[in-house]
């Protein structure tokens, strides 16, 4: 049985901008108290030994918190680690191989950047849980990044989505209400939290931003 999730403040944790190993556990222990509500780890610039120490570090504090921990790409990582699940890009392995390689409990989301990926996520069925749209924005945190699509393009593929959708690419605490208005089901967020000088107050500050737009008609 796949575990529920809850993507209104989706932390990608990445340790090279927390500052390693043991910052990242500080940042991520500290985003579930301000109100996280699933934790990625995404270390693209680390070998998988460095991936697996910190994903094994990770699972006893999301699982504590009750929020799914999912590993970025690498199936293998989150096999061994015991995750809660992957998310896949576009040109990463296709969803239909990671749900039949991980299982049906496990949780799978799927990168989109245009209208069409969207369409052709949405044949998908149940391989799929949730979908990350964007770059929203312009991001240094990921350099191979689509085109940004903005807030009306991102409330194009949010309402064309059968799934829930998460929003990501340089959202910071000042742009996430108007992110908000495109009626994502959350915002994903990387140096907003792991570079914040209070990651617990950070997360709570976009927590309160995302709960009071979610209120809104």
């Not at 697996?52 to 990582?77: F, K, N, Y």
């Amino acid at each position: 049985m796949r575990p529920a999730f809850d993507l209104s403040l989706y932390l990608v944790l990445d340790p090279v901008q927390c500052g390693g190993h043991q910052a990242s556990l500080d940042v991520a222990r500290a985003a579930l108290e301000g109100g996280a509500t699933v934790v990625q780890l995404r270390a693209p610039e680390w070998h998988k030994r460095a991936w697996l120490a910190l994903a094994l570090d990770l699972l006893p504090l999301t699982r504590a918190a009750r929020v799914p921990l999912i590993i970025d790409d690498h199936l293998d990582i989150a096999l061994a680690a015991g995750a809660d699940g992957v998310h896949v890009g576009q040109r990463d392995l296709p969803a239909d191989v990671a749900r039949r390689l991980l299982g049906p409990d496990a949780l799978i989301g799927l990168s989109v950047s245009r209208i069409s990926e969207v369409d052709n996520a949405n044949h998908l069925g149940d391989i799929v849980d949730y979908l990350g749209a964007g770059p929203v924005f312009a991001t240094p945190t990921k350099t191979d990044a689509s085109a940004p699509c903005g807030v009306d393009g991102l409330a194009a593929m949010c309402s064309q989505s059968r799934y829930p959708t998460v929003a990501i690419g340089g959202i910071q605490l000042p742009n996430a209400a108007d992110v908000m208005r495109a009626r994502p089901a959350g915002l994903a967020v990387v140096s907003a939290i792991c570079k914040a000088a209070s990651p617990r107050d950070a997360a709570a500050q976009l927590r309160e931003t995302i709960a009071r737009a979610q209120l809104q008609p």
